[in-house]
């Protein structure tokens, strides 16, 4: 059964920086590429990033393009993201989800049980 | 950016109803769509990709169709656990973009 699990979510600053981890387990993590998926408060999803399972390849929603960056590190199968100059928009639960293709974004077959982001002064 | 139409936002429905919802590409996307149900506090769960295709492990009950920028998402028989609200996906175009979702509840 695979498993995501995100962590790194919290309250912060307008302007500041925060780092989002997802672990992954029980598939193999090179294989497939990986999502960032948010929602806010009461609202829908919003695909945020995808990164290619080799890393080669990464994609952005325009509302974070410049401003978050999506990673991972084989060594240690976690995913990333790098969120800086957070705005108060970016409030929200934030996902990662396995993609079944390995470059490019196709369909989310699993999902981690999310992160709360609050940004707020 | 490709939107996605999805009708009813809500609806509310008895059990052993038959549900159906609709959603609409603004553009051609060929069957690269998809559905997932969010239950309440839960992340979301695929159920239907490439439009029609049942994931497995997904009840008989749930079922998809369409194709270019008309598409629909069908409950044969609605049972009191699909209380959740639905969204649809598409994958033709980047950025990857959801319907605005579906709440279904239960009378």
């Known amino acids: 059964q695979v498993q995501l699990m995100e962590s790194g979510g919290g309250v912060v600053q307008p302007g500041r920086s925060l780092r989002l981890s997802c672990a992954a387990s029980r598939f193999p993590f090179t294989t497939y590429g990986m999502h960032w998926v948010r929602q806010a408060p009461g609202k829908g999803l919003e695909w945020v990033a995808f990164i290619s399972n080799d890393g080669s390849n990464k994609f952005y929603a325009d509302s974070v393009k410049g401003r978050f960056t999506i990673s991972r590190d084989h060594s240690k199968n976690t995913l990333y993201l790098q969120m800086n100059s957070l705005r108060t928009d970016d409030t929200a639960v934030y996902y990662c989800?396995?993609?079944?293709?390995?470059?490019?974004?196709?369909?989310?077959?699993?999902w981690g049980q999310g992160t709360l982001v609050t940004v707020s002064s | 950016d490709i939107q996605m139409t999805q009708s009813p936002s809500s609806l509310s429905a008895s059990v052993g109803d038959r549900v159906t919802i609709t959603c609409q590409a603004s553009q051609d996307i060929n069957t690269y769509l998809n559905w997932y149900q969010q239950k309440p506090g839960k992340a979301p769960k695929l159920l239907i990709y490439?439009?029609?295709n049942l994931e497995s492990g997904v009840p008989s009950r749930f079922s998809g169709g369409g194709s270019g920028t008309d598409f629909t998402f069908t409950i044969s028989s609605l049972q009191p656990e699909d209380l959740a609200t639905y969204y649809c996906q598409q994958y033709d175009t980047l950025p990857v973009t959801f319907g605005g979702g579906t709440k279904v509840e239960i009378k």
């Open positions: 490439d439009a029609s």
């Open positions: 989800a396995k993609d079944l293709n390995p470059l490019t974004p196709y369909y989310f077959d699993n």
